[in-house]
């Protein structure tokens, strides 16, 4: 569905991340008999704010079941490893919007969905999504984000210098999470410096959670328009960034501008949510922060670690094309498929000791950017921010500690990217 900021617990970038939930049943009259089956389980509050609903990580031994949404169409719900792997990688399951439907319910949207805007790649199957996905990944490879570092590392010091110039108290979300890769998007989009502080406050508005939906449907508006304004004027002047990159291709102002939205909505909201969440997650595993802090060289497996651990977006939507077998389980053609991420990477089967965070794990194969064809274009420039961005922090503030109970960090526990609304932290002065 295309990315909307009035219903933030409904849209997110491969994760605007809707899925359909694979059941248990093979045969028609099986489902005529089965008892009824349960919703999308969402409360992911089990005690431990870093923890899936403890109904999802249950199903490990059944990782293709059935599933009811919140329109009544029985579908299907992935919650293993394999199983997610499976789907997310096979053509016979569409990411296109229009055949999809909701595990939970969407405010304002009632009905079928309506099919992805122009420029919105994730709700697209072949042929129309591979060209625009063959035009975007040589822009996004692992080289070339890696000669973004210099530029992380700028915008992350300019952040903590602001943040102790300001200490010995802050919100670390409005300081932090969100400032350095909100700066990274303006890089990669090539927003002129002097708009930049504009750009940034339409963008905080967009993903507040606690803004009303006039703001930021209005913040969206103005927004979109910048971007078809920025659009125009690297046709005219191109400069050193994606966007005038882009305007040497077939693509059409329309598309380039949608793009640039997509890329801001996956981009941007994900990487503030893993790193305010994950920041608190160390937080509360002080040997892990230890580690951490010790070994700066760890940082790399103990981001892909906090990726697999706290698996910000999820649900995951495809819609089967035609019949299909996952797992042993059929799955009819028509019906929507859930897959959870959170789930799959919570699988004992792949991963041991599953609930623990350890960054000396090697979490390789998780699914917290997805897979297959829709998985996530930008996974590189995340993973480079957050490796320059965990480290630098723990350095700068030795004694960087939450400045409230945990219990008291507010959660965004109504959006389909997880993660904390504000995160007070306190450290010590020098």
Known sequence: MPYDPTTPEANTPDAIAVGAMTGDITTAAADATAQEPPAFPADRHTGC????????????????????????HLGRLVTGHAAARSVLADP???????????????????????????G????????????????????????????????????TAECLDAMEQA??????????????????????????????????????????????????????????????????????????????????????????????????????????????????????????????????ELAGQAVEELLRYLSVADPLVRSALEDVEVEGRLIRAGESVTVSVQAGNRDPHKFPDPDRLDIHRRA????????????????????????????ALLARFPGLRLAVPPQEVPLRDRANIYGVISLPVTWDEE
């Open 49 to 72: 704010p870093f923890d899936p609903p403890a109904e999802l990580t249950a199903l490990s031994d059944e990782p293709v079941r059935r599933m009811r949404y919140a329109d009544g």
């Open 167 to 296: 200490g010995p108290t802050a919100d670390l979300v409005e300081a932090f999470a969100q400032p350095v890769p909100a700066l990274m998007i303006c890089e990669l989009l090539g927003v002129p410096y002097t708009d930049r502080e504009r750009f940034r406050d339409q963008v905080a508005t967009i993903f507040d959670q606690t803004a009303d939906v006039e703001a930021k449907g209005t913040a969206y508006a103005e927004l979109i328009q910048y971007l078809d304004e920025l659009v125009l004027a690297k046709r005219a002047d191109p400069t050193d960034d994606l966007l005038s990159e882009l305007t040497a291709s077939d693509l059409t102002d329309e598309e380039l501008a949608g793009i640039g939205g997509l890329l801001l909505a996956a981009g941007l909201d994900t990487t503030a949510n893993m790193l305010g969440l994950g920041t608190f997650a160390l937080l509360s595993n002080p040997d892990q922060l230890a580690a951490l802090r010790a070994d700066p």
């Open 92 to 118: 016979r399951f569409s990411s296109r919007y229009e055949f999809m439907h909701m595990p939970v319910p969407v405010e304002g949207v009632s009905g079928e969905l309506p099919p992805a805007p122009v």
């Open 364 to 391: 390789t194969g998780h699914l917290a950017f997805g897979h297959g064809i829709h998985q996530c274009l930008g996974q590189q420039l995340a993973r480079v921010e957050m490796v320059v961005a965990f480290p």
């Open 120 to 155: 919105d790649i994730i709700g697209l199957d072949a042929p129309e999504h591979t060209r625009y996905r063959r035009l975007l990944t040589g822009r996004f490879t692992v080289r070339r984000m890696r000669r973004l570092t210099e530029q992380v590392e700028r915008f």
